[in-house]
Structure formats: structure tokens, C-alpha cells
């Protein structure tokens, strides 16, 4: 399952209190952190000096520009920057030992990662993919309606997969339905709107 370092806004905080600011979830109730995050995927090779041509994975693109190091798919292989630029919604990088176009071939598909550690700044009322992923879902009138699978991103905002008693319930993360993001608690409170079931 893919884990980005995309920030989500389940509700707009207009000081409510409803929603807090993003924090570690308890051991009990959701796992921790994972090791890395995506940022990128490698798309495929870009010239012939090496370049790679990336989907931009994260709401920061000019994060790219402050990296010494990425690290490559599920081994997290560590990779040097050389360069880096943004062209047309991509960031183009030069990876450090990749200097021709063939070398660069191999890396197409890749996942760009950073470190946890490296991760960027939250503001009050965001959180990261992982975070949500995971997390106990229920009604404002005390139903349950199971657990977050997955995140899906859409043109306008995000949708929380939800498996559990009722099958599969799509969420959309507005402020209209998420009520309550309970991170230490492992749980989101929603209200359902009629229609949404």
C-alpha cells in the first residue's frame, strides 16, 4: 500500500478545535511511523545523461531542491542527488553512479523515498497518509463502521476507503462528514449524510 508524504486536510480548521494538530498515533491503536516516505516515482529515463523524469508524490515539490540523499524502492537503497529541477509537474533528478540514459532505464518505476525524520511540517488539521491509514472509523451516533484500508486521491479532495460491517463505505474527507480525528484515540468520528451509504 502506498504510503506518500501528501498532506491531508480531513476538515478545514476555522477554529473549531475540532480537529488537533497531527501527533504520533498510540501503540495501541495504530502502528507507528513507517521508516521512510514516499515522495516520488520514477517515471522513466529523461535525456541521455542520466536523468529520470518523477512523479511528484508529495504537496512540497520544491522539497526536492533541499535533499543531499533519496532513497530507492523497497530496500531503500541510498542514492546521492546531484541535481534537481522541476519541469511541467515532474522533478527531474541526477542521481549520483546513473550517467547515461540505459543506467537510468533501470531505475523506471522506482519508489523515491525520504526519511521519516525528514519528514515536512504539518500544519493543525493535516495529516499524512499513514496517520489516517488504519485508524477506527464511527458515526457520530455510535455505529462502527470499520477501519481505513486506503486513501484515495481525487480532484477535489480525499476519500477514506473503509472496510468493516456495512462492506466497503467511501468516505470523502470534508469537513461536512469528518467531525473528528482522534489520533491518539486510533479512531475518526463521521457524520453520514444522506446518500453517502
Known amino acids: 500500500m502506498r ?24 501503540s495501541s491503536s495504530a502502528p507507528g511511523p ?19 523524469k518523477v512523479e511528484i508524490l508529495t504537496d512540497w515539490p520544491e522539497r526536492f531542491a533541499l535533499l543531499e540523499h533519496v532513497y530507492l524502492g523497497e530496500e531503500a537503497m541510498p542514492c546521492r542527488l546531484e541535481r534537481v529541477r522541476l519541469h511541467q509537474g515532474y522533478a527531474l533528478l541526477k542521481l549520483a553512479g ?18 521519516h525524520e525528514e519528514a515536512m511540517p504539518l500544519d493543525e488539521g493535516e495529516y499524512y497518509v499513514y496517520q489516517i491509514e488504519g485508524l477506527e472509523v464511527w458515526t457520530d451516533e455510535g455505529e462502527s ?20 460491517p456495512r462492506g466497503e463505505v467511501l468516505i470523502p474527507a470534508i469537513a461536512d462528514v469528518v467531525l473528528k480525528v482522534d489520533l491518539e484515540g486510533g479512531r475518526l468520528v463521521v457524520h453520514l449524510m444522506d446518500g453517502l451509504i
Open 98 to 115: 546513473y550517467d547515461d540514459r540505459s543506467a537510468a532505464e533501470a531505475l523506471r518505476g522506482q519508489v523515491v523515498q525520504v526519511p
Open 145 to 164: 463502521l470499520g477501519r481505513v484500508v486506503e486513501v484515495l486521491f481525487t480532484g477535489s479532495n480525499e476519500v477514506y476507503v473503509v472496510h468493516g
Open 3 to 26: 504510503r506518500t508524504a501528501r498532506k491531508l486536510r480531513p476538515r478545514e480548521d476555522k477554529g473549531s478545535g475540532v480537529a488537533g494538530p497531527p501527533s504520533e498515533p498510540s
Open 34 to 52: 513507517p521508516r521512510y516516505l514516499a515522495i516520488g516515482r520514477i517515471v522513466r529515463p529523461w535525456g541521455i545523461l542520466g536523468e529520470v
